[in-house]
């Protein structure tokens, strides 16, 4: 996501490379804008450079002045909840990196059966909330290692299961500092998309249906079942972001990557899961040229046997040399 620009200097300048440091400007009590804060540690793929600013507000308050400092200093604006579906560029981010993964709360309504929670909220705790409470609807989302911001942009699913068959409504802050209700019609979902992808609007908050007075042993049997078939089946062992590319309509991404034979398949430090073909691990000191790269070579060889090309579900931010 990002705002308008007009850089005081060029953005493409090598953020890894300025050793320019700018004293914290603080925005309230407890919200400080701070100067080139390394992003690797908040990457899933632990790879990536510093923001040029940086920015973890814990109230909406905060955030709307977050958005109002950007916008008085004419600086785009990048979101950043978990960290777990990016990829950032070793060279790091121009502007302004607004972190909402402390924007946490979460209120269980017995009399409607609905839940609602701030964009901060690690999905994989919503869904043992709701597990220990008996109610169903949440049981796929254990093993999604995101934010519920994060899930209801993309419409994150497993197991049958998906974001928007569950939101009621996501309440979404817009880059003028207003807020706005949208419906899940409103936010034209398709297969891990919606209308704010790529837009200018961030999630704060969301609603969803859940259906409660379950015996609680039951869902939490069936969430630990989620969880312990994702662990079975796919690399948790070593950094990574997930699944790398979409599935296209005819086969998932993974069996592709495995028939063409690259499994195993390694650039620099990232490598392609022996366990699942549609992950990529950071086997320790890779770069984020090393993922990009080996996604690259990934999709080039998809496309010479099967004429497919693989889109990825990562999001790729940053500047990055040709691969």
Not at 3 to 12: E, G, V, Y
Request: proline residues 6%.
């Amino acid at each position: 996501m990002t705002l308008s620009c007009n850089f005081s200097r060029s953005a493409t300048a090598n953020l890894a490379t300025d050793s320019l440091a700018i004293s914290p400007i603080q925005l309230s009590e407890n919200c400080l804008i701070k100067s080139r804060v390394s992003l690797a540690s908040m990457t899933s793929f632990r790879v990536g450079g510093p923001a040029e600013w940086y920015v973890a507000p814990k109230t909406l308050k905060d955030l709307q002045a977050s958005f109002a400092w950007a916008r008085s200093e004419g600086v785009p604006v990048t979101l950043l909840g978990a960290g777990s579906n990016l990829l950032v560029s070793d060279r790091g981010l121009p502007g302004l990196v607004i972190c909402t993964r402390h924007l946490r709360y979460t209120h269980f309504d017995p009399e409607t059966g609905q839940v609602t929670a701030n964009a901060g909220e690690p999905l994989p705790r919503l869904a043992w909330q709701a597990a220990e409470r008996g109610w169903s609807g949440l049981e796929w989302a254990v093993g999604i290692p995101g934010t519920l911001g994060g899930a209801v942009v993309m419409n994150a699913g497993a197991h049958g299961g998906c974001t928007s068959e569950i939101l009621v409504n996501a309440e979404v802050l817009t880059p003028h500092g207003t807020t706005q209700i949208l419906s899940p019609h409103e936010l034209h979902y398709r297969y891990r998309t919606s209308l704010l992808q790529g837009g200018e609007r961030l999630v704060t908050q969301a609603t969803f249906q859940l259906q409660p007075g379950h015996d609680p042993a039951v869902i939490l049997a069936e969430t630990s079942k989620h969880l312990d078939h994702r662990k079975s089946t796919q690399p948790y062992h070593l950094p990574s972001c997930g699944s790398v590319f979409r599935n296209p309509t005819a086969h998932s991404a993974g069996w592709l990557i495995e028939q063409s034979g690259l499994k195993g398949f390694q650039i620099g430090n990232a490598q392609i899961a022996h366990r699942h073909a549609n992950f990529i691990l950071n086997c320790g000191g890779a770069t984020a040229s090393d993922i990009f790269r080996l996604i690259y070579h990934v999709q080039q060889h998809v496309e010479q046997q099967w004429a497919l090309w693989l889109e990825p579900e990562v999001k790729i931010l940053g500047e990055f040399q040709p691969a």
